[in-house]
């Protein structure tokens, strides 16, 4: 099936707004939940563009949901970072008051795009600064696997050398950054895209200390995006469509 012989969804701005609103609790809003079904949400962008040619498990989680909302107790990695999210939150916001007092964090809910509405994106909050005149978004990361472990600039390039392959940071130069081949870019830039804000401000949060987290701002990258949106929709239509929307 070709993307572009294929009606697309659409949604009108007044319903995005709306939606939006109404699913700021994001996990314990049932709306939430169910809008996650048979869509592509910016954490599966990644996902998408990595697939390969065996998507099926990919594939059954869209349609179907995680395979972590079966448990009845969550694997302690993931279960640890939902606990810690809002003390990790909590703990951006101090450092951000300290350099600019007039930063605030807002509760964001989930944003389908609107002419690709089977596109949605969440992210941990929406960030205002500059007295108003700045906003961008917030994505926290909490990773189980370097719980406790100091993560300023100085002992991140340690953290790095010690991890695998898959570890979300990269040192170029002298400054470690969020790798444009990890998950968690398609990601953050897929909130940027859906959500029309210029950046995100990406965290890593260890529990080491309440003044120890890796902050990264990260631009909207245009280009990039440009090649990943087209890649998801064409994923979408092939893999999806024909699932939802015939016999």
Known sequence: MNAFETPTPTIEEDLVRYIEEQTREQRMSRLWKALHYGRITSSMFGDVLQSGDNPASLINQILHGSNLDKYSTLPPAVQWGLDHETSAKADYLVIKKSLDETTQVFETGLTLYPTHSFLGATSDGRVVENEGS?????????????????????????????????????????????????????????????????????????????????????????????SMMPKLVNFYMEKIYPLLYTD
């Not at 949060?205 to 701002?217: C, D, G, L, P, Y």
């Open 134 to 226: 700045s906003e961008g978004l917030l994505e926290i990361k909490c990773p189980y696997s370097i719980k406790g472990q100091n993560i300023s600039h100085y002992e991140i390039p340690d953290i790095i050398s010690m991890n695998d392959k898959n570890f979300c940071l990269e040192m170029l130069t002298t400054e470690p950054t969020l790798k444009k081949t990890h998950k968690y870019y398609a990601q953050v830039q897929g909130e940027m895209a859906i959500k029309g804000l210029p950046w995100v401000d990406f965290v890593v949060w260890t529990a080491a200390a309440s003044n120890n987290i890796f902050v990264e701002r990260v631009l909207f990258d245009v280009q990039y995006v440009s």
